[in-house]
């Protein structure tokens, strides 16, 4: 079975600080996806990255980071310089393979979520 | 972009009557949607995997005969809560895989939020 844990509930920050969102995942698959989203109060998910279990590159993406490492199941989000608008509910999720290439992925099992609050 | 839309975005209805929602793929078609419900500052949890053309799989725990799915088109799915209740109350969020599996991509709808009173 799939498991992704968001281990932090809530995280407070003052603007501008820099902030790293955990997230540790379980699967028996060799090929799965991996993504982060973001829920603001209005509810509708954002899409923030997709990465598949092939790729262990890192990236970036303005203020946006994330670090993969399959060693240790892990693939953590850290906004540099936090703005008040990154309040918001995180949510990481795994998603296997649906085909024998891992080029389709299907079903997502999402994380607890981990809840931002960016303070001016 | 691919858009994919619900309807409604909110409903409130009473104890016992029944709701459909509309999960739409706007400029594409989605050969599988998947439906999830949110409860209040709770995860999402999949319910079911809708495919066109056939009957949808159920998650475990997720009462197929109380949450009837259909997908009659490449395009449309909808969820219907039957003879809902109060702890149905919840945001259900559908989500659309592109049809070409070349194209992995699936895209979220907006949500729509349930109130049973």
């Known amino acids: 079975a799939q498991k992704v844990t968001q281990a932090q509930t809530e995280i407070s920050v003052v603007e501008k600080e820099d902030v790293t969102l955990d997230c540790v995942y379980e699967?028996?698959?060799?090929?799965?996806?991996l993504f982060w989203y973001k829920q603001p109060p209005s509810g509708e998910l954002v899409f923030l990255i997709r990465?598949?279990?092939?790729?262990?590159q890192n990236e970036i993406s303005g203020r946006y980071s994330w670090n993969f490492q399959k060693s240790t199941s892990s693939f953590n989000f850290t906004i540099t310089a936090s703005q008040v608008v990154d309040s918001a509910v995180y949510f990481c999720?795994?998603?296997?393979?649906?085909?024998?290439?891992?080029?389709?992925?299907?079903?997502?099992?999402f994380g607890q979520g981990t809840i931002l609050t960016v303070h001016p | 972009g691919a858009v994919v839309s619900q309807h409604p975005s909110w409903v409130i209805c009473k104890s016992g009557t029944s709701v459909k929602i509309e999960c739409r793929s706007l400029?594409?078609?989605?050969?599988?949607m998947f439906w999830y419900r949110q409860f209040p500052k709770q995860s999402l949890m999949l319910m079911a995997t809708?495919?066109?053309?056939?009957?949808?799989?159920?998650e475990q725990g997720v009462e197929k005969d109380k949450f009837l799915i259909n997908h009659a088109s490449l395009t449309l799915s909808t969820l219907t809560v039957t003879s809902a209740h109060p702890e149905d109350s919840s945001f259900y969020i559908c989500?659309?895989?592109?049809?070409?599996?070349?194209?992995?991509?699936?895209?979220f709808g907006p949500g729509t939020r349930l109130t049973v009173l």
């Open positions: 809708s495919n066109e053309g056939s009957k949808a799989t159920y």
């Open positions: 990465r598949n279990s092939f790729d262990e």
């Open positions: 400029d594409f078609q989605a050969t599988t």
């Open positions: 989500s659309a895989k592109h049809y070409r599996e070349a194209y992995n991509e699936q895209f």
């Open positions: 699967t028996r698959d060799t090929t799965y996806y």
């Open positions: 999720a795994l998603s296997e393979a649906q085909n024998a290439g891992g080029t389709s992925y299907g079903k997502l099992t």
